[in-house]
């Protein structure tokens, strides 16, 4: 298992990788991050609110299921926002240059470190 810095770190190597970080959904709570780009202090609040509307929808709708990530598009950047599977209450928010990145090996990345992550 990978600790919070070195799954970071492993984020970072792929091509188009802007920035990224770990947050505590519970608080709003950046609890590390690596890169530039994105203020991922205002982030980090911001998406929480993005997170928790997501579960409290599919609870409202009754569906049995988890989230795999929320990918929201914008002109010049992917931002992947992938709940923990293993450690309650924690997502990897993750940024990439829409110029140099490839989505479908970023949601690979970010599946692969967030299976091996550890805190």
Same mark, same amino acid.
């Given at each position: 298992?990978?600790?919070l810095?070195?799954s970071l770190? %492993? *984020?970072?190597?792929?091509d188009?990788?802007?920035?990224?970080? /770990?947050?505590d959904?519970n608080?709003g709570?950046l &609890?590390?991050?690596?890169?530039?780009g994105? %203020? *991922?202090?205002?982030?980090?609040?911001?998406n929480?609110?993005v /997170?928790r509307?997501?579960?409290k929808?599919m609870? &409202?709708?009754?569906?049995?299921?988890?989230i795999e990530?929320?990918?929201?598009?914008?002109?010049?950047?992917?931002?992947?926002?992938?709940?923990?599977e293993?450690?309650?209450?924690?997502?990897i928010?993750?940024?990439?240059d829409?110029?140099?990145a490839?989505?479908?090996?970023?949601?690979?990345?970010v599946?692969?470190?967030?299976?091996?992550m550890a805190m």
């Amino acid at each position: 298992m990978a600790n919070l810095n070195e799954s970071l770190q %492993d *984020l970072m190597t792929l091509d188009g990788a802007l920035c990224a970080a /770990v947050v505590d959904y519970n608080s709003g709570m950046l &609890l590390g991050s690596v890169g530039s780009g994105v %203020d *991922l202090e205002l982030a980090a609040a911001g998406n929480t609110e993005v /997170v928790r509307a997501k579960i409290k929808t599919m609870k &409202l709708l009754g569906l049995n299921d988890s989230i795999e990530d929320i990918l929201i598009t914008l002109g010049k950047q992917y931002h992947i926002l992938r709940p923990a599977e293993k450690i309650n209450g924690i997502f990897i928010y993750y940024v990439l240059d829409t110029g140099r990145a490839n989505l479908a090996l970023a949601r690979r990345k970010v599946a692969d470190v967030e299976s091996k992550m550890a805190m």
